[in-house]
Structure formats: C-alpha cells, structure tokens
C-alpha cells in the first residue's frame, strides 16, 4: 500500500510575539490604504459630477449662443388664444402663432414683442426697460445736485422753482386759484452757463425722478421711429411720476418746420408733432413736468414756443461778476489754497461761463500738481485764466454773450 500524502497548503500560525506585531502593522497600513483609496473615489466621483454639471452648462450656453436671433415687433391684435397679429421691425403685417407658455393678460395691442426669425410665432414679450429709449436716455432717482451747487442764478431759480416744483409739492394751491399749472419751462443761454445742473438741482430737491434725453438721440433713421421713442418716454414718465424730463440740445428736432424739406427732415418733423402732441395732448401730464433746453432758440418752431406747453422761456446768461464769485467760491472752496484773491480773479474772469469758471480751478490745480505743490495759490489761477483765454481765442469764441449763442 502506498502513502496518502497531503496536498492541501498548511498554514502556518506565528508563534512568538514579533510575527504577531508585523502581521497587525501590515493590516493597519493596508486598512489605512483603503481608507484612503476610498476618499480618492469619493473626491474623484465628486468632482466628475461637478464637470458633468459645468460641461452641460455650457452646452446650454453654446447653444442658446447659436440660436438664431429674435426679431423686435409690435402686437397689433388678437384673434384668440392661439393666433395673433403681428407688426415686425421692418413694418410688414402678419398673422403668427402665440407661445402656450406666455400670459395672455399680457399681451395687448401695442405691447412689445420678440418674434420667432422663421416661423415669427410670438416668443417672448418685452419689458418697457428693454426698450431701446432707455438706452439713449439718462434716468437718476435723485440726482445729487443742490441748489447750493449752482452759483449766480438767484433770479432764474426762483422761476424754475415756481414753475416746476411747485406745482409737484403743492398742487393744491393752483387748485385753489383756479388755473392750471405751467407744464414745462424752456432754458435759454450760452453753453456752460448752467441749465443741466438747474434742471438736476429741481428734481434733487422734489425728489421726482429725473429723466435726460438728447434732442438728437431722438432723431432716427426709420419712419415712425422718433415718434415711437417719444411716446415711451412720457409712458416711462408717468410710471415713474412724480417726474421731470430734461430735453437737452432741444433744437435738434424743434427747429422750425419748412416746406422744401428732405426725407429725413420730415422725419424729424413728425417727431417734433409727436412731441407737440405729448405736450399738449388729451392724456394728462399730472406729475410730469418737462424742461427743455437750448442755446439756439431763434430756430424753435413757434407751436413748440406757444403757451401751454412752455409756460415760462427763461434765460440764463453769461454770469455777472457777482454770479462769477459765487461760482468760483463754490469750486475754490473743495480745493485748498493759500492766499487767493477773488476779486482779481473776478475782474479777469468777464465773458466766462460757469463751465469755464470750473475748468480755471481745475487747470490751476493741475499747475499746482505739476509743480509738487499741495495748495493752489494766485500766480496758479492767472496762468490758468491766460491758458483758458487762450483757447477760447483758438477755438473762435469771444466774450460777448450774444455770440456764444450760435
């Protein structure tokens, strides 16, 4: 008979204290790696997900970026739920679908709308702030000019104040007398002489919304465009009332209507009726008021001058040398100087307007800095008063009031 031998691996069990201890170091260390490849895992899932979530993303962005664009129109009318008609940027008329999605409350004649390029089915309907008016228009809740910023106009600020402010504090004594409040007033001068910062002085005061526009930003290329931007400008005036309008450069589209005109003047004449019938309209201004400024006045149309739509035409001028040392007192006063004498600077100051007496102060600073000093003295004003004489000498300007007119 042959010998069974054992096949099976035997194991061997340590016996003495040292294997025992290498045995749990090695179980530690492979445990405490585990551990670690498992916090790996975790950290590498996490941020695989995090990947995921950024690369779509900007698949969504890639492809709202390759959409094609959507067309501005104006809803006209509505057939039912479903169907619509619509007026396109370009003017032309049609009958599209509505988008489910869109609430059909808001969606009126007139409302602003963006329009599918293919199918032009309506997609989106447009706030009044994405307006393109709103881009050429400077709107300032309360603009941070005070009365006391704005030197040598005693006279001119008392009828802005009585004309404009007023009647938005105080209705109730025009009531009272029985008449009608001034609707805006029209502000006459040379340029730099101070009718922008009239203008934010009254609606810093009244604390009404203070809206800026310029004449020529209200000029536009298609038909029918101006007048649009007129009237959304008084909407946006009577949702923000109480308001002021302050029509700067008001010549650009208020110049007097002629017959033999081009295309493009009498664009600009509808737009001036547009603003004649804002002015003067059966939609009541209530808490708007308009100011409109201009150093052109002699080529205003007559209707824009008649009664009832400016009230008051009110000049400002040149200032005189009591209206100069107030101005210069207020732009000297933020500055630090040594030993300045105003009444000098007064004297060779004549012919200056408000914009040039700040830009004296500012061209003295400059010397000062030039020249390592920390306070502005006299000798830095004369050469500031000669370097601005200078350039008003270059650029054909004179000191007569009338001149700086045209």
Known sequence: ??????????????TDDGDLKALELDYN????????????RVHLENELSDIKRRASKLDEEVRILKSPPLIVGHLQDILDDERAIVRSSNGTVFQVAINQRLDIEKLRPGTRIALNQDTLSVIEILHDAWDPMVSGAEMVEKPDVDYKTVGGLDEQIMQVREAIELPLEQPELFKKVGIEPPKGILLVGPPGCGKTMLAKAVASHTEASFIRMVGSELAQKYIGEGGRMVRELFSLAKDKSPSIIFLDEIDAIGAKRLDSATSGDREVQRTLMQLLAELDGFDALEDVKIIAATNRPDILDDALLRPGRFDRVIEIPLPESDGRKKILEIHLKKMSTKRLNIGKIVEITEGFSG??????????????????RSKVNQSDVLLAVKRIKEKRESNGMTSSPD???S
């Open 355 to 372: 914009a040039e007496l700040k830009a004296t102060t500012v061209e003295a600073g400059m010397i000062a800095i030039r020249e390592g």
């Open 403 to 405: 001149a700086l007119y």
């Open 29 to 40: 260390q492979l445990h405490d790696e585990v551990k670690r490849l498992i916090s790996d």
């Open 1 to 14: 008979m042959g010998t069974d031998i054992d096949t099976k691996p035997s194991t061997q069990i340590p």
